[in-house]
């Protein structure tokens, strides 16, 4: 029997759930830090019943069949569940020898199981116990589809109407027992991700290889006795007639563009390779000038039709739509231009919203613009800002419509994006806000149901490719594949490897074409971490690429205005600064693309200007409700002036941004800590371009708003004015920052580090340096804090002092009993000491002799620390040549060069092996002498 916790009130199932939570973000974070992988709390709930998410980066890549190999990468969710009751294994019934645990809703196994593209998994958090097992629902779903659909079915067995299921967990599978991490439990773990990683690829190839096989049920009827412009446009127009985007393998297999039964067409780099060679004709017989304006150069392709350039323009326009730019004859090898995309800026609500003109697109928003005429652009246009509830209403009616009219791809797609919509008004909206009448309407709405329930239509195929995310999925598996090369050859470039093909080009076109499928089209799916993980693999391929050297061919040159406008929409500053560094990229080459629309950083020059406004505009439309919309506006913004600090723009742009952020730090807007996060890496990296007073104005207002108090930026802010000597801080500026850290800040209500202080002391005058001094000497006094000294001698704030000296000595002193933090988490051996390596450093600085009896008390403890307290007397029998890249620091690295044995034993240590971090060491070390 399961035994209930009679000593305690019972909990709610919101308080078990939220203890669940907390103990799983503790084991997790046990496991997975020291593995430098990323827990990622589902906090916004976009996804359905994911509770975590984790990165695990694997350092190996293999291909197996084609496929990438999906152990390479991959985003682990988990749905976490809890419970008050112990966990047992049973004896006896159809359980034994398992863990059962039921499941309220068996819909979600299926969900995880069957509909997910990435790795899932079910946790199972006994609280009284403090144990955390798990089931590979993925790898076990087979065992449950059953009784799922004897449930569907209302075929049950009678006892067991309650709706749930039971789950059977292999006692085996337990990350944490009775408190502590549960022996190989990781391990088994990470082996259950992998096949489960396997069988989802499997899945994917086998849907994508489905998807590609078998004809429309209606095929359209063409009148070959009509000139072939003529019956191009009515084939076009029966394919596109409710759409703007469509792959093109749902109408490149079909005449026109089809001759022979035996022939494929193919679409690759923008390129469509067709068999009906007139059709090629057809197209080189038509030029487009600058401003947009047709010509047809053989009058023989137009005879007998009616408006031919209108016609020629429409094709052009749904060629272009759907990313066909060339189209070859592929016995012929003649080729035609048929890129289309000549026309004035768009000035509908949507569109202002992908320029990120908020301004404009709330103040037509406040007017009703549009609200009548194109209820299905309206919709996705407060879709895009996060306005759900008035979406979902808006294209309610839509939907109606296009049922209506017979217009079945759009009801598909309406369909589908309405079944998003109601995952965000059910984790969006909450208590009195909650729209439940319309969530309710919302369950009715399966698309499978409307898509099955429609006549037989000449887009049969299309809308089953939408109902099915395929879209999505067969969008994963080209970019994966994609990457997975630009990733092989960009390793390869390093050791001298040459490449020349197609990738780069490739993997643009996979994303260009969703991107174009969603956002022309209407389709809800961009706020769900299956797209942010399409665009996390694909940011990674451009940075990859562009770290490929410039000699190679098949790289990507530069970024332009389309690709960081694309990311600054879809990705997160701590991804693009991730893949920036992960491949050692100082800079990335930017160029402006007139084609591409406003410049990036004219765009974001708006966003700042027009922050005070856009604050305004959005409280009278949302009030407070909405949060979806800030947290998207802070990132477009953070993504932006990344972009910003990463990218070659000119001096001149450096300062232009600069110049605007003083006003928009001390105005009321929507901009928040996050953005704030990101101005100091755009400081730190371009700091020494930006106009003076323009740094001096962003440090001094730095106390008088919350949103500044960011230790970083007062770091990066000094550090830029340093080089201008007439910078110096009054009296009464420097006791403002002596005032924030002086107990409980009343703007913020947090206690600031005295730390803040030491950066102010760099461009201070004589009188606030002495102010700063007192300060910082009077804290140690009264609390002596040894990593506050250590900053403040390392910055030339204090002096060596010798009683606060003495003091950082007795807290250096390692105790041998006593584990570290990692050995502690890890239960591995580690004697690495954090403080007394900080303590070796300022005696390097100072030039201290660590052969003084006064320092006995630190020997003996390690030959690593026995080593660097005495390099030049150390038994270098003894000597590990790994002990050289512990710490990279100047002062350091100053010492170990005084002593020519070390650099011999690392010279013999790298003669017969490659060994990376030591190559990057030596050259660290010695590279100056190299050089001479």
């Not at 909206?429 to 729209?435: I, V």
């Not at 990296?685 to 007062?714: C, F, N, Q, W, Y």
């Amino acid at each position: 029997m399961v035994q209930q916790r009679s000593n305690l009130r019972k909990r709610s199932t919101q308080e078990i759930e939220r203890a669940a939570n907390i103990l799983m973000v503790s084991v997790l974070d046990a496991h997975f830090r020291l593995t430098k992988s990323e827990l990622r709390p589902n906090e916004h709930h976009n996804e359905r019943g994911i509770d975590f998410s984790i990165e695990v980066q694997r350092t190996t890549v293999q291909t197996t069949e084609g496929l990438p190999d999906p152990a390479s990468k991959r985003t682990l969710f988990i749905q976490n569940k809890g419970t008050d009751n112990k966990l047992y294994v049973r004896v006896q019934g159809p359980n034994k020898g398992f863990i059962a645990y039921p499941i309220d809703k068996p819909d979600t196994l299926s969900y995880l199981a069957e509909d997910h593209d990435n790795v899932c998994l079910i946790t199972v958090c006994d609280l009284t116990n403090k144990s955390v097992y798990w089931c590979p629902i993925q790898i076990d779903y087979n065992r449950y589809v059953e009784e799922i659909n004897a449930i569907k079915n209302g075929s049950r067995t009678k006892g067991k109407n309650d709706g749930s299921i039971q789950i059977r967990i292999d006692p085996k599978r337990c990350l944490w027992k009775n408190g502590k991490a549960k022996t190989g439990g990781l391990g088994l773990l990470l082996k259950d991700v992998e096949v489960s990683a396997q069988l989802i690829f499997t899945r994917q190839l086998q849907e994508r290889n489905r998807s590609q096989i078998g004809e429309d049920a209606v095929a359209i009827v063409v009148d070959h006795s009509k000139p072939l412009l003529e019956q191009l446009y009515h084939y076009m127009m029966e394919r596109f007639g409710e759409l703007h985007h469509m792959p093109s393998e749902f109408f490149t297999r079909s005449y026109p563009f089809r001759l022979s039964d035996s022939f494929h067409p193919w679409h690759d780099q923008f390129t469509l390779t067709i068999d009906n060679e007139n059709l090629v004709e057809l197209f080189q017989a038509v030029k487009i000038n600058e401003l947009g304006k047709l010509e047809c150069t053989d009058s023989s392709w137009i005879i007998g039709v009616t408006k031919p350039l209108e016609k020629i323009r429409y094709i052009l326009r749904c060629l272009s739509a759907s990313h066909v730019f060339y189209i070859v004859g592929h016995k012929s090898r003649k080729w035609a231009r048929v890129y289309y995309n000549v026309g004035k800026q768009c000035a509908c609500v949507r569109c202002q919203i992908e320029r990120m003109d908020f301004r404009g697109a709330f103040d037509a928003m406040s007017a009703g613009v549009g609200k009548t005429n194109n209820l299905q652009l309206m919709a996705y246009s407060h879709y895009k800002v996060g306005n759900f509830i008035e979406s979902a209403e808006l294209l309610e009616v839509a939907n109606v419509e296009h049922g209506s009219n017979h217009e079945w791809s759009q009801h598909v797609l309406a369909s589908y994006s309405l079944s998003k919509l109601r995952t965000h008004l059910r984790t969006n909206y909450w208590g009195k806000q909650s729209p439940t009448a319309l969530i309710e309407r919302l369950a009715m709405n399966d698309v499978t149901t409307i898509r099955m329930s429609l006549p037989k239509d000449k887009n049969s195929r299309f809308h089953e490719w939408v109902d099915k995310g395929r879209f999505h999925s067969e969008t994963m598996y080209e970019l994966y594949k994609t990457v997975s090369k630009i990733r092989d050859h960009y390793h390869s470039q390093l050791q001298g490897g040459w490449s020349s093909n197609g990738d780069i080009s490739d993997l643009i076109k996979e994303f260009a074409d969703l991107d174009e499928f969603l956002s022309k089209d209407f389709v809800y799916f961009d706020r769900f971490d299956e797209y942010r993980q399409i665009v996390d693999v694909f940011s990674e391929g451009l940075f990859a690429s562009h770290a490929i050297g410039g000699e190679q061919k098949s790289r990507l040159g530069h970024f332009d205005d389309w690709l960081i406008k694309k990311l600054a929409w879809n990705s997160d500053p701590g991804r693009l600064l991730k893949h920036f560094h992960r491949h050692h990229l100082h800079e990335i080459q930017y160029k402006s693309s007139v084609s591409s629309g406003e410049p990036f950083v004219v765009v974001l020059l708006r966003i700042l200007a027009d922050a005070k406004p856009v604050a305004k505009a959005f409280k009278k439309l949302f009030g407070k409700t909405n949060t979806t919309f800030i947290q998207q506006y802070n990132n477009l913004a953070s993504n932006l002036i990344v972009f910003a600090a990463i990218s070659n723009i000119s001096p001149e742009d450096v300062n232009l941004i600069a110049s605007k952020l003083p006003e928009t730090l001390r105005s009321n807007t929507l901009l928040n800590h996050g953005f704030v996060e990101q101005i100091w890496h755009f400081i730190q990296r371009k700091g020494m371009l930006i106009d003076k007073e323009t740094l001096k104005a962003l440090l001094l207002i730095v106390p008088k708003s919350e949103k500044l108090h960011h230790g970083d930026l007062l770091s990066a802010l000094s550090k830029a004015l340093s080089p201008h000597a007439e910078v110096n801080l009054s009296k009464i500026e420097v006791q403002r920052f002596i005032d924030l850290t002086a107990g409980k800040c009343p703007l913020c209500m947090h206690e600031h580090p005295i730390e803040w202080l030491i950066p102010i002391h760099r461009v201070s005058n004589g009188e606030g340096r002495k102010l700063l001094e007192q300060s910082i000497t009077s804290r140690l006094r009264t609390n002596f804090r040894p990593e506050l000294y250590y900053a403040a001698v390392m910055h030339d704030v204090l002096d060596l002092e010798n009683d606060f000296f003495d003091w950082l000595l007795i807290d250096a002193q390692p105790v041998a009993d006593q584990p570290s933090f990692r050995e502690a988490m890890s239960g591995e051996k580690d004697k690495r000491r954090p403080m007394l390596d900080m303590f070796i450093n300022l005696c390097f600085k100072e030039g201290i002799d660590l052969r003084h009896e006064k320092f006995s008390v630190l020997r003996g403890f390690d030959s690593y620390y026995d080593w660097l307290l005495d390099m030049s007397g150390f038994n270098y029998s003894q000597f590990n040549v790994k002990w050289v890249a512990a710490h990279q620091t100047v002062h350091y690295l100053n010492e170990i060069r005084k002593h020519g044995i070390i650099k011999d034993m690392l010279s013999e240590y790298l003669k017969n092996r490659r060994d990376p971090q030591m190559e990057r060491a030596f050259f660290n070390l010695y590279r100056s002498q190299t050089e001479e």
